[in-house]
């Protein structure tokens, strides 16, 4: 923005040129570019002091007037001492007037600030947000006497799109008389992240706002703030989720100070992109836009912003567990996408080399064997022992299939066959489960099987294995409250589809007979709460 800066420069040295309008667009950093501007040159000009006024609810034109005093700094600290020594006798004698019918000291007040503000830099800012009690005329007639009469310079900074009309017409018509120069403030996207940040703007921030158009320079600094909040303790404990943690810190902030008419946080965390897609609401195609555009898909990890976006804190013991998840899940997609890299190698061209191909994959198992689905293993050592025989990769299959095994305690040979693996791989993988001596106790069963809308079949194999004594023994010990709820599932769910069921049940049912035979309080549990029949 040279051409600006250099423009109000001249306008500031030019002693010809007393008012100056920066006008621009809501939310562009006017008000920001001016401080900083100033900020910048503020050595090189010779103004007595400056005073900064903004209109915001101002009701009447007396206030304005007694802002311009109460908030001027000094730029020229000498002039300004000489001046104020010459007012204290004069101060000291009207404070000792008595004026009848008026207010002496606010008398004293108003002539000891009208002999102050002279030579000022004044800045007059939201003019678009004043009261309607002040009228844009009375404004600018005050501008005009500080022009005229007291050798001041001033900048008024405005939205020229939020004027209302009466304003709008009331500055038309004096403009010519009191404007001397008139700025439009256009700052680029790219040129606002600049200010924010100087350095290097984050790729997931410029790309949001350059994808919604988005040109407000606040709320670029409401996401830098977001994102400085998070990013120590996001890096210090959730490394492999700060990419993703950052684009939607971006997301949400932009959502909460920019859109919030068009889709709350609370809308944000409750959608659903199917009950939108499938619904017929006008309201709600339009919020399915939007969050189209804004390529915003919800996560678990959107509660830990919106949080911090509500509340202004965040206590981080409250999401650790769903933090430490998402973190995992993150780091076992980033290894999935190296290990893709690595395929594409083979996949797209002739360039690489096989010793290269088969070195990076040889490096990227050892590092990564316990973080890899055996079915990836398995392919990728099948793949490099055809391309040179003399690898030897039986260690890291090995590795890999141990810990598939110790991780599938309940799998059969269909589920090996759905996994794609070699022959000689699934051989191995159906001895080592065999071997194992793992054995499940009949409460976890029945939980499994019971306990829950579905069930794995697989289970009832595990169950077979205890006779009809375990289950007397288990029905007569078991402390768990829900037993009688379990035993009733069980009956209910199973015993007719095959013949590992119906021992089962036929097992189960011989223990409760032994159950009623212990008293009458059993055999009425037995009967009225599991079998359902009429007490006799």
């Given at each position: 923005?040279?051409?600006?800066?250099?423009?109000?420069?001249?306008?500031?040295?030019?002693?010809?040129?007393?008012?100056?309008?920066?006008?621009?667009?809501?939310?562009?950093?006017?008000?920001?570019?001016?401080?900083?501007?100033?900020?910048?040159?503020?050595?090189?000009?010779?103004?007595?002091?400056?005073?900064?006024?903004?209109?915001?609810?101002?009701?009447?034109?007396?206030?304005?007037?007694?802002?311009?005093?109460?908030?001027?700094?000094?730029?020229?600290?000498?002039?300004?001492?000489?001046?104020?020594?010459?007012?204290?006798?004069?101060?000291?004698?009207?404070?000792?007037?008595?004026?009848?019918?008026?207010?002496?000291?606010?008398?004293?007040?108003?002539?000891?600030?009208?002999?102050?503000?002279?030579?000022?830099?004044?800045?007059?800012?939201?003019?678009?947000?004043?009261?309607?009690?002040?009228?844009?005329?009375?404004?600018?007639?005050?501008?005009?006497?500080?022009?005229?009469?007291?050798?001041?310079?001033?900048?008024?900074?405005?939205?020229?799109?939020?004027l209302d009309e009466e304003t709008k017409d009331q500055i038309n018509e004096y403009r010519e008389?009191?404007?001397?120069?008139?700025?439009?403030?256009?700052?680029?996207?790219?040129?606002?992240?600049?200010?924010?940040?100087?350095?290097?703007?984050?790729?997931?921030?410029?790309?949001?706002?350059?994808?919604?158009?988005?040109?407000?320079?606040?709320?670029?600094?409401?996401?830098?703030?977001?994102?400085?909040?998070?990013?120590?303790?996001?890096?210090?404990?959730?490394?492999?989720?700060?990419?993703?943690?950052?684009?939607?810190?971006?997301?949400?902030?932009?959502?909460?100070?920019?859109?919030?008419?068009?889709?709350?946080?609370?809308?944000?965390?409750?959608?659903?992109?199917?009950?939108?897609?499938?619904?017929?609401?006008?309201?709600?195609?339009?919020?399915?836009?939007?969050?189209?555009?804004?390529?915003?898909?919800?996560?678990?990890?959107?509660?830990?912003?919106?949080?911090?976006?509500?509340?202004?804190?965040?206590?981080?013991?409250?999401?650790?567990?769903l933090l430490a998840s998402k973190n995992e899940q993150y780091r076992l997609s980033n290894i999935?996408?190296?290990?893709?890299?690595?395929?594409?190698?083979?996949?797209?061209?002739?360039?690489?080399?096989?010793?290269?191909?088969?070195?990076?994959?040889?490096?990227?198992?050892?590092?990564?064997?316990?973080?890899?689905?055996?079915?990836?293993?398995?392919?990728?050592?099948?793949?490099?022992?055809?391309?040179?025989?003399?690898?030897?990769?039986?260690?890291?299959?090995?590795?890999?299939?141990?810990?598939?095994?110790?991780?599938?305690?309940?799998?059969?040979?269909?589920?090996?066959?759905?996994?794609?693996?070699?022959?000689?791989?699934?051989?191995?993988?159906?001895?080592?489960?065999?071997?194992?001596?793992?054995?499940?106790?009949?409460?976890?069963?029945?939980?499994?099987?019971?306990?829950?809308?579905?069930?794995?079949?697989?289970?009832?194999?595990?169950?077979?294995?205890?006779?009809?004594?375990?289950?007397?023994?288990?029905?007569?010990?078991?402390?768990?409250?829900?037993?009688?709820?379990?035993?009733?599932?069980?009956?209910?769910?199973?015993?007719?589809?095959?013949?590992?069921?119906?021992?089962?049940?036929?097992?189960?049912?011989?223990?409760?007979?032994?159950?009623?035979?212990?008293?009458?309080?059993?055999?009425?549990?037995?009967?009225?709460?599991?079998?359902?029949?009429?007490?006799?």
């Amino acid at each position: 923005m040279n051409a600006i800066s250099d423009a109000l420069l001249r306008f500031l040295k030019d002693d010809t040129l007393k008012v100056a309008v920066i006008k621009g667009e809501w939310g562009v950093g006017k008000t920001f570019f001016w401080r900083n501007f100033l900020n910048a040159v503020k050595e090189e000009l010779s103004f007595r002091a400056y005073s900064y006024v903004s209109l915001f609810g101002t009701q009447h034109i007396s206030d304005l007037k007694r802002q311009v005093f109460a908030n001027f700094e000094m730029l020229d600290q000498k002039s300004m001492s000489k001046h104020l020594e010459k007012l204290k006798p004069i101060s000291t004698v009207l404070k000792s007037v008595k004026v009848p019918y008026t207010n002496s000291l606010g008398v004293v007040n108003d002539l000891i600030e009208s002999k102050i503000v002279e030579n000022f830099l004044v800045c007059i800012d939201d003019i678009e947000r004043k009261e309607d009690s002040v009228s844009g005329s009375s404004v600018l007639g005050f501008i005009s006497q500080l022009k005229e009469e007291k050798s001041c310079k001033i900048i008024i900074i405005y939205n020229d799109q939020q004027l209302d009309e009466e304003t709008k017409d009331q500055i038309n018509e004096y403009r010519e008389k009191v404007v001397d120069l008139e700025l439009t403030y256009r700052p680029t996207i790219q040129e606002n992240l600049s200010i924010i940040w100087p350095d290097e703007c984050p790729q997931c921030v410029s790309e949001t706002f350059l994808t919604l158009n988005l040109n407000n320079i606040r709320v670029m600094q409401r996401v830098k703030w977001t994102l400085e909040y998070f990013s120590e303790e996001i890096a210090a404990n959730y490394l492999n989720l700060i990419d993703s943690f950052k684009a939607k810190c971006v997301l949400l902030t932009v959502i909460h100070h920019a859109y919030s008419r068009s889709v709350s946080l609370k809308e944000v965390l409750s959608t659903s992109y199917i009950s939108l897609y499938l619904s017929k609401d006008e309201k709600d195609n339009e919020r399915l836009e939007f969050l189209k555009k804004m390529q915003f898909i919800p996560e678990d990890q959107d509660a830990v912003i919106v949080e911090y976006l509500i509340n202004g804190y965040v206590d981080f013991s409250n999401f650790h567990n769903l933090l430490a998840s998402k973190n995992e899940q993150y780091r076992l997609s980033n290894i999935n996408e190296q290990f893709r890299s690595i395929w594409s190698k083979y996949h797209s061209g002739f360039i690489v080399p096989q010793d290269e191909f088969i070195a990076s994959a040889m490096s990227f198992l050892k590092k990564h064997i316990r973080d890899l689905r055996l079915s990836d293993v398995s392919s990728t050592v099948t793949f490099i022992r055809r391309l040179d025989p003399k690898c030897d990769l039986t260690s890291l299959l090995d590795e890999s299939i141990d810990l598939f095994v110790s991780q599938a305690d309940r799998i059969d040979g269909h589920d090996l066959q759905m996994l794609n693996l070699a022959p000689e791989v699934r051989s191995v993988i159906e001895n080592k489960l065999a071997a194992k001596t793992r054995q499940y106790s009949i409460s976890e069963l029945f939980v499994a099987l019971a306990g829950s809308d579905s069930w794995n079949p697989r289970d009832i194999k595990h169950l077979l294995k205890y006779s009809e004594d375990d289950f007397y023994e288990w029905i007569a010990t078991e402390k768990s409250e829900d037993v009688v709820d379990l035993l009733k599932e069980f009956l209910q769910r199973f015993g007719t589809q095959n013949e590992d069921e119906k021992a089962i049940v036929a097992r189960i049912q011989s223990a409760l007979d032994k159950i009623k035979e212990r008293s009458s309080i059993d055999r009425y549990r037995v009967e009225i709460l599991i079998e359902k029949k009429h007490p006799v």
